[in-house]
């Protein structure tokens, strides 16, 4: 069955960093393009960043405008895993973060895992 697990989620000061992770199984994962969303309470889930699948179209890599310069999305194909580092957060940055992996007609979605922000 697909899996889609996050983790690397916490509590973290406002100015600091964390690393989250996503390790799929189930699927051809290289062929899938990977994104991370994030849903704030009272918010619509938004797509924080995306990167390509191989063979893919469009750019490689692409960021909402608010983590522009300050999240950075990777993958490692053999270790079916994608991360996203986050670098200088800010209050707003607090939500619940979910890995999505998407090809075609498919489209898996993990749990989530939450991301405070607070001093």
């Known amino acids: 069955q697909v899996q889609l697990v996050e983790s690397g989620g916490g509590l973290v000061q406002p100015g600091g960093s964390l690393r989250l992770s996503c390790a799929a199984s189930?699927?051809?994962?290289?062929?899938?393009?990977m994104s991370w969303y994030r849903q704030a309470l009272g918010k619509e889930r938004e797509l924080v960043a995306r990167?390509?699948?191989?063979?893919?179209?469009?750019?490689?890599?692409n960021y909402e405008d608010s983590v522009k310069g300050r999240f950075t999305i990777s993958r490692d194909n053999a270790k079916n895993t994608v991360y996203l580092q986050m670098n200088s957060l800010k209050l707003e940055d607090t939500a619940v973060y979910y890995c999505?992996?998407?090809?075609?007609?498919?489209?898996?979605w993990g749990q989530g895992t939450q991301v405070t922000v607070s001093s």
């Open positions: 999505n992996a998407g090809h075609i007609a498919l489209n898996y």
């Open positions: 189930g699927f051809t994962f290289s062929r899938y393009a």
């Open positions: 990167i390509g699948s191989i063979g893919g179209t469009g750019a490689n890599t």
